[in-house]
């Protein structure tokens, strides 16, 4: 049908958007600053109060449980500011103690752990090595004194003279006896049978008469029992005077080692561990004091060698393992592990091979982060901790035991790959912070029940923050800080005012800013790098632009390869003239974090019919979930609007143009509508004119994501084949203050060679896509004449009375085969 239009599509009208709507501009007088270097670099956390606040929170509490995440997305300063913020407040806590392992002279299989002052550890490693070097030397002078060996030699000969004595006693008492006789063999005393006093040969002796050999052998055995009893007499003596000599070496050794115990011990007064570890190494030494006085060099003994029982193996026992070491005064440890596999975090137990079995004792003991940020803080990615195969069950174990044990993959595993220590736990006393994404968080809370009890502080950061004064003036310290911290050239104030609105460009509202400063950093960087090779004194604006003109560049390089496509007709792009049942949505594509738009056609047909609409991306698998409600949703427009008072007879069909992946999302349900609309009614629309926008079943137009860039891929797309005037896109009002759009866009709008129109409701719209009000209903229903709505209850009334005449008539099963499709989804 023909409708007389009321104005051209393209003329400013109510709903046109002003110059200032489409971009928020910084001051840079209101900064208050000529140059960043006049002004106070920034100290904090910018735009984050509330997460500083939280993580303040989480410190503070000495509860158990209270372990903090920080979630947020990538970029936002998130590990930056919580490493600034734990080591000012690390820096004035006290400093943790330090801690070593020692051998356990009770059980080796449990190494002690002793407790000292901050770092008083390699001091007590180096004086108890100093301590047992001194006992080395001290204890075996002492012993070899002439005294010592005169005392030594005393107790000797006076067993020796007791065992002569006996032994004199038995062989007179022999001589007398005519038929046995005393043989000395080395240390043996053996009886043998005799005649007159002088031993017999056993050939002398079996031919002697049986009387006689009987009694013999009495007195053989009569002998022998008494020679025993001698022998046995001597070897008591002997074991006594090495019992003796011992208990003589030990005393001496426990008064040359006593005294420098005592000194060792009033040096680390009030540590009772180490008070209690030299009394058990004192007892030790006095024990072993054969140890000290053989050789020093025994390496040439293989079998010892081999077996590990060289002197210097021996001696390893003595040695003190300084786990962890903390400067004095160095206030609370800030650890960070970027790489927390099980061994990293909880430490290990080094070995050696030996008969190919590992073995291991308390000096191989390492430590791990969660030691060194003991009594501290221990920052760990999240995402890291949970990939690492069982790196997240022994963390978690950790913190609920309150328990530092070196890690044994072995065993956990159920593999024992080496001798097996059982080291003394040291308490925990540490808050861990991890740092990870949104969806990190929710999924453990959702999953693992053992989060929320351990991980009690939530530390939320921002990904923008409100665009006040007071914020801008935030930006530009945080500019001051990084030009500080990296020694880059100063900011002028038009330059930072240049960033503070590309800060607003990455947040995506002109109401915000971004706190994903990576961005911002990298610009800064950027900028300050382009003024430095046009040695320049300070960064201007233009270095600013230049600087995003280069990032823009290097970053679009597929959207530029589109934009060809474009210009070689591969992908078809008509923005001019007008054309019924077809209008330019517009995609959103994106590449990493980098996203444009791009134009899509979206074409209707409509025809007699009860098929209702078709979705030809859902029909061909091709539609999301989200599309799909939108198209819906759009179907129930069309019945509140045009079948109150008759029934909906509409066969239609909706596609997007050379579109090959999944559609997804709603961003395009009031251009589907308006192409919907126009094919009905035969009204045609204006094909510079490209829509964005989702729509709900009262017409209500619904705001959408990145109009930014979907106005500028629109707008890119439009300049390459030819800017006539005609050209803009049409997107919901409560999309405007998204609206950060580059210079190239607003010098077109204010030339008017490129125009933007806000609306509230689908019917907004249609004075600027066809020149045409939508038109408003009368109490039966009934649209005015020469009004958009008029023409598509005009059209679907006829459609009406066609179908209740081919019912009539007595259609036959194939014609309405050919208007009824079982199955298919539409409305009637």
Not at 244 to 270: C, F, M, Q, S, T
Not at 273 to 294: C, M, N, P, Q, S
Not at 678 to 685: C, E, F, K, Y
Not at 710 to 734: M, W
């Amino acid at each position: 049908m023909s409708v007389k239009r009321s104005r051209r599509p393209s003329e400013r009208g109510e709903h046109a958007l002003a110059l200032e709507e489409l971009h928020r501009v910084c001051d840079p007088v209101g900064l208050g600053f000529r140059s960043t270097a006049e002004i106070r670099p920034l100290d904090g956390a910018l735009g984050q109060d509330d997460a500083m606040d939280a993580l303040a929170f989480g410190v503070s509490v000495p509860s158990a449980g209270y372990n903090l995440f920080v979630l947020g997305r990538p970029g936002s300063g998130r590990r930056t500011f919580v490493r600034q913020a734990l080591t000012a407040r690390a820096a004035a806590e006290p400093t943790p103690p330090d801690w070593c392992y020692v051998f356990n002279f009770r059980d080796a299989r449990r190494p002690r752990a002793v407790r000292l002052p901050s770092g008083r550890a390699l001091a007590f490693q180096r004086d108890v090595r100093d301590l047992i070097a001194d006992l080395r030397r001290a204890i075996p002078q002492a012993l070899e004194a002439e005294d010592v060996a005169s005392r030594r030699a005393a107790i000797v000969e006076e067993r020796e003279e007791v065992a002569a004595k006996a032994l004199d006693q038995l062989q007179r008492e022999l001589e007398l006896d005519p038929y046995a006789a005393l043989v000395r063999s080395g240390d043996a005393l053996v009886v043998v049978p005799a005649r007159g006093g002088e031993p017999v040969e056993r050939e002398t002796y079996v031919r002697f008469p049986e009387e006689l050999r009987e009694e013999i052998d009495r007195h053989v055995r009569d002998a022998r029992s008494r020679a025993f009893a001698v022998q046995r007499r001597i070897h008591e003596l002997q074991r006594e005077a090495r019992d003796r000599v011992a208990e003589l070496n030990r005393e001496i050794a426990r008064g040359v080692g006593d005294h420098r115990i005592a000194a060792l011990k009033e040096r680390y007064a009030g540590s009772e561990g180490v008070a209690r570890y030299l009394d058990e190494l004192g007892d030790d030494a006095v024990e072993h004091t054969d140890e000290f006085i053989r050789a020093s060099d025994d390496t040439g003994d293989v079998a010892k060698l081999i077996f590990g029982g060289t002197q210097e193996e021996f001696l390893r026992r003595y040695q003190v393992n300084p786990l962890v070491t903390h400067a004095p005064g160095s206030g609370a440890p800030v650890i960070e592990e970027s790489n927390p596999n099980l061994v990293n975090l909880l430490g290990r137990m080094e070995g050696q091979m030996r008969f190919g079995v590992m073995v291991t004792d308390f000096t191989r003991i390492a430590p791990g982060a969660v030691h060194r940020a003991n009594g501290g803080y221990l920052v760990l990615d999240a995402g890291e901790v949970l990939t690492r195969p069982l790196a997240w069950p022994a963390l978690k174990r950790t913190l609920r035991t309150r328990e530092l044990r070196p890690a044994d993959p072995g065993a956990e595993l159920g593999v024992l790959a080496m001798e097996s220590l059982e080291p003394e736990p040291i308490p925990a006393a540490l808050k861990v912070v991890l740092i990870g994404d949104p969806f990190l968080y929710y999924l453990l809370q959702a999953l693992d029940t053992e989060f929320p009890e351990l991980f009690k502080a939530k530390v939320d950061f921002a990904p923008h923050m409100d665009r006040t004064p007071e914020a801008e003036q935030g930006y530009a310290r945080f500019i001051a800080a990084q030009c500080a911290r990296e020694s880059l050239l100063p900011f002028e104030a038009e330059a930072a005012a240049r960033v503070i609105e590309e800060g607003s460009r990455v947040a995506g509202d002109q109401r915000r800013l971004t706190t994903r400063f990576r961005e911002i950093v990298d610009l800064v960087r950027e900028a300050a790098y382009v003024a430095t090779a046009e040695e320049r004194a300070t960064v201007g604006a233009a270095d600013v632009e230049r600087a995003l003109e280069a990032r823009h560049r290097r970053n679009t390089r597929p959207h530029r390869e589109l934009l060809e496509l474009i210009d070689r007709g591969i992908l078809r792009f008509e923005p001019r003239g007008e054309a019924a049942g077809q209008l330019y949505g517009i995609g959103l594509i994106a590449v990493n974090e980098n996203m444009f738009g791009r134009p899509i056609r979206v074409m209707a047909s409509a025809y007699l019919g009860t098929l209702g609409v078709i979705n030809i991306e859902r029909e061909a698998r091709l539609s999301g979930p989200i599309h799909s409600k939108g198209f819906l949703v759009m179907s129930g427009y069309l019945g509140r609007r045009f079948a109150r008072g008759q029934p909906l007879i509409l066969s239609a069909s909706l596609s997007f143009d050379q579109l090959y992946e999944e559609v997804e999302g709603d961003s395009a349900s009031a251009a589907e509508l308006y192409a919907l609309l126009s094919a009905i009614s035969g009204v045609p629309l204006q094909q510079g004119m490209a829509v964005t926008g989702a729509v709900n079943q009262e017409g209500v137009i619904l705001p959408v994501g990145g109009v930014t860039q979907k106005v500028e891929g629109f707008f890119a797309a439009c300049e390459r084949v030819g800017l006539t005037g005609e050209q803009g896109v049409v997107l919901p009002r409560a999309n405007v203050e998204n609206l950060v759009l580059c210079k190239d866009v607003r010098n077109a709008v204010a030339a008017d060679r490129f125009h933007i129109h806000a609306i509230d409701r689908i019917e907004d719209g249609w004075p600027i896509l066809a020149g045409l009000s939508a038109g408003e209903p009368s109490a039966d229903g009934s649209f005015p004449e020469r009004t958009v709505y008029g023409a598509v209850m005009d059209q679907l009334s006829v459609w009406a009375e066609q179908w209740e005449r081919l019912g009539e008539a007595g259609a036959t099963g194939a014609q309405r085969a050919t208007l009824r499709k079982p199955g298919t989804e539409g409305s009637s």
